[in-house]
Structure formats: structure tokens, C-alpha cells
């Protein structure tokens, strides 16, 4: 079971959602109240030998949460007992989940490879163009802190409409978990968000968010209204949070997030590189 670049993008179904790269596959399944997030790595283009590098499931009934991190996320103790996935002739991308039978996916954003090193520097004409294009790729960071054995991984995909974390750990002694999908579209005046699955854990939130059919709602790209960006702070529109340009700089652009918090975008260096992979 090969990829090849017809296949690196973003994916869905009504109860599934799927971002496969060259090297990951970050999968969401929504099931009515008990939620999962996977986290696979593979290499040449082999997707009969997966690494599990990370899970988190939520159980809304119960209001729980867990969640595994291989002890090397390179290597994946964890085995794969749990997704099959098949590429077919028509380049399209089948999933089967705890062996159930195949399920089509269908492609909602294409993902093209490689390293832009012409990215401009932002002025005020192009903040939207180099909000959009300055994080694409993805990254990972991974630690393990030997003193107590306790691990700690953020993940994160952006491609030009989607936006991806998947998040472990612990924060302030507390069992931290963050899933979450979201549609994104930046613009001069900052960057509009909606987030369709939120999965969260922390001291003060619990939080099982999902759509009743993940492909219906994503399959419209998001549209923004520029007049809802405010001056100096996030606003709310419905679903769709708009962060506001604060302030920029050649290599830097700062916008203003929700709770007095505060978003920056660094335009990205190729050597070392900042990300695992670098979308076009």
C-alpha cells in the first residue's frame, strides 16, 4: 500500500478526518461521545507499517480522557492494532477502523511538498500572504523529562486551509490533552479561525466538540467577513474566532488572541530547518 503525491492532503468523511503527509497521519474519529485522535509515522511511502506515535481518547459519558506517547516516538512501541488503510486505483484513499469494514475518504484540500525559500517579508500589503504561508508544514517537539519520566509532545500541521495540533502532557501537575481540527483563512487585517473538533483536558475545561457529519461542515472553505476584525482584541462571530492584527515586522507578525493572549508568526529559516516538513 504506496503513496504517492496524488495522495498527501487532507481528508473526510462524515465521522472521520485525516491529514496524510509524506511522513505523518494525524486521524480524528468522531464517535458520538467517545472521540480519538491518532498520530502515525511511516516511511517510504509504506502504509502497511505504521508507528503509532501517539493516542488520545475521550469519553464524553464519563467526562474522561487518556492519552499514550511512544517512549520513541521514532521507533512506535505502540503497535498499530487499530487502522488499515488501502490506496486505490482512482488515487483515491480507503480507511478501515478496529476492523471494521473500508470506508471512503473523500479529498478536501491537496497538500504539495517542498520548501519555499522565495517566502517574502511581510509588509502592509501581504500580512494575509505571509500569514498563510510562513508555518506551513508540519512540526513536532518532543521531550522527556527524566527526573520524573513524564512526556510531553505537541505536534502541529497547517496547510493553506486547515490547521492541526495534537497536544500531551503536563501542564502545572495536571494531565494536559489538546485535539484539535479547525479551518483557517488569514487576510491583512489577522487570521479567522473555526474550529470543528476540539478535544480538550486540562484543570478547568473538559471539552468533546464534534461535528454531526465532519465532511458536510468542511467541505465548504471557510469565508470571513474582514469588517468582524477588531482593532485590539479576538472577536467571536459564531463559530469563527478573528484574531486581529496587532503589529509586524519584516520577519514577524503578532496578533491579538483571545484573553489578552497574543499569536506570533515568524517567517521560517530553511538552515536548520524550524519544521519536519515544508508545504508549497
Partial sequence: MKTSDHHYGVWANKKNELVLTPRFILHFHCGEGDESAYLFEYFNS????????????????SRTATAKIASNIHTGIIKNTTHSFSTEE?????????????????????????????LQEANATNIGK?????????TLK?????????LLLLFNILTREHSYVLAIGDKNNVEFIYCRSAQIKSCNKGT??????????????????????????????????????????????????????KSFAPTSITLHG???NEYITN???FDPPEMIEFFL
Avoid at 46 to 61: E, G, P, Q, V, Y
Avoid at 130 to 138: K, R, V, Y
Wanted: charge should be negative.
Fill in 267 to 269: 517567517k521560517p529559516t
Fill in 90 to 118: 482512482d488515487r483515491s484513499l480507503v480507511l478501515s477502523y478496529k476492523n471494521k469494514p473500508f470506508e471512503q475518504l473523500n479529498k478536501l484540500e491537496s497538500i504539495h511538498c517542498g520548501q519555499n525559500k522565495t
Fill in 258 to 260: 483571545c484573553g489578552g
Fill in 46 to 61: 509504506d502504509l502497511l507499517h505504521l508507528n503509532l506515535m501517539a493516542s488520545a481518547h475521550f469519553k464524553k459519558s
Fill in 192 to 245: 479567522a479561525f473555526a474550529q470543528n473538533i476540539r478535544l480538550m483536558k486540562n484543570h478547568s475545561e473538559y471539552t468533546v466538540k464534534t461535528p454531526e457529519d465532519n465532511y458536510f461542515t468542511l467541505a465548504k472553505p471557510l469565508a470571513i467577513d474582514e469588517s468582524l476584525f477588531a482593532n485590539d482584541a479576538c472577536t467571536l462571530s459564531g463559530d469563527v474566532i478573528y484574531w486581529s492584527l
Fill in 142 to 150: 518532543y521531550n522527556h523529562q527524566e527526573t520524573d519520566a513524564k
Fill in 130 to 138: 505571509c500569514l498563510e504561508e510562513w508555518e506551513l508544514g508540519t
